[in-house]
């Protein structure tokens, strides 16, 4: 059973930064999709970043392009996302997400990310 776990969230003010982790236990390097999403308060999960694993492709939320950065370990298992610039605007809970798929086109969907963590919550005042 694949698990990804998070961690790194916490609260900081407008304009620092914050650096998240996930490592999906039970992933092996291979064909895997991996990603950031995120769900604020009223407000529906939206993708904030992905990675198709075998070759590092990456895929941003216009919100967050220029701002934040997805990557990964050289074990494949364990994705990061770092936040700069954040806006209060950022504020959510985050969660990972990971899969294994046969391309690269399934980290642009839903169906990618069968597995998800329990989320951290990253908080931006102002």
């Known amino acids: 059973q694949v698990q990804p776990v998070e961690s790194g969230g916490g609260s900081v003010q407008a304009g620092g930064s914050l650096k998240l982790s996930c490592t999906a236990s039970?992933?092996?390097?291979?064909?895997?999709?991996m990603g950031w999403f995120r769900q604020a308060p009223g407000k529906e999960r939206e993708k904030v970043a992905t990675?198709?694993?075998?070759?590092?492709?990456?895929d941003y939320a216009d919100s967050v392009k220029g701002r934040f950065t997805i990557s990964q370990d050289d074990a494949q298992i364990t994705v990061y996302l770092q936040m700069n610039s954040l806006k209060p605007e950022d504020t959510a809970m985050y969660y990972c997400?990971?899969?294994?798929?046969?391309?690269?086109?399934?980290?642009?969907?839903?169906?990618?990310?069968?597995?998800w963590g329990q989320g951290t919550q990253v908080t931006v005042s102002s």
């Open positions: 997400a990971a899969g294994r798929v046969s391309g690269s086109a399934y980290c642009s969907l839903m169906t990618g990310f069968p597995y």
């Open positions: 039970g992933l092996t390097a291979w064909r895997n999709c």
């Open positions: 990675i198709y694993t075998r070759g590092g492709i990456t």
